[in-house]
């Protein structure tokens, strides 16, 4: 039972590259959400989903989109990235059905040179 | 608009004295609160949720509905208290879950 996974650990890119990041849990939890997490921001939702198929914006979902194809999959992508991306991505996932706190993932550290 | 305030960034206390990080919120709908924690370059994990009323690790935090507070409370600080602490909140009529910028707790010894 891995929990949330989040892949890659680490990334690199230029400006203007693009890259997805992949968030994948195996808890069945119906909710989960990105956010990113940068010195004295705290955390910043950027978008989320209530479901397989849906996705809505939070905070800052400006620079990143997002698709929920499979219930356990969470992806999160930077079709142009800028250097204001550079910051550490979590991933989550919770159930409310359940009534479940919500499970983090280890971080993606990207850093856009 | 819905926001988490934690006022401190960084609360330095001597070990063994007692702990209070401070968060506030804004939501008029019905509130869910929580209590994450990160130690040094690992994930978030919880600490507490107001619905549960545990004490954790020695941590309490009582959810005031009036003041919209839902401090985080420790009689005796010890030193693996070390760590960056974000208070969130759960809104039920959206989904979504937002945090404060969190505050770094330091134990000195």
């Known amino acids: 039972n891995a929990g949330v996974t989040q892949t890659p650990k680490f990334r690199v890119l230029k400006t203007g590259q693009s890259m997805t990041l992949l968030c994948a849990q195996d808890m069945n939890h119906e909710y989960m959400y990105w956010y990113r997490q940068d010195p004295g921001m705290g955390l910043r939702l950027i978008h989320y989903s209530v479901g397989e198929g849906t996705t809505a914006k939070g905070e800052v979902p400006d620079g990143y989109n997002v698709s929920r194809l499979k219930k356990q999959n969470f992806l999160l992508g930077l079709e142009s990235a800028a250097p204001s991306q550079t910051s550490v991505y979590f991933c989550?996932?919770?159930?409310?059905?359940?009534?479940?706190?919500?499970?983090f993932g280890q971080g993606t550290r990207l850093t856009v040179v | 608009a819905q926001r988490v305030t934690q006022p401190e960034k960084l609360l330095s206390v001597f070990k063994g004295a007692p702990v209070e990080l401070k968060c506030n919120y804004s939501y008029s709908g019905s509130p869910e609160l929580f209590w994450y924690v990160q130690y040094s370059r690992q994930r978030l994990q919880l600490l507490l949720r107001?619905?549960s009323r545990e004490s954790i690790k020695g941590f309490t935090a009582d959810l005031n509905k009036g003041e919209t507070s839902f401090h985080l409370k420790k009689p005796f600080a010890q030193e693996e208290d070390s760590a960056m602490y974000y208070c969130?909140?759960?809104?039920?009529?959206?989904?979504?879950?937002?945090f404060g910028k969190g505050t770094r707790l330091h134990i000195l010894p």
């Open positions: 969130a909140l759960r809104m039920n009529r959206d989904d979504k879950i937002i």
């Open positions: 107001h619905i």
């Open positions: 989550a996932s919770t159930s409310h059905l359940m009534n479940t706190e919500a499970f």
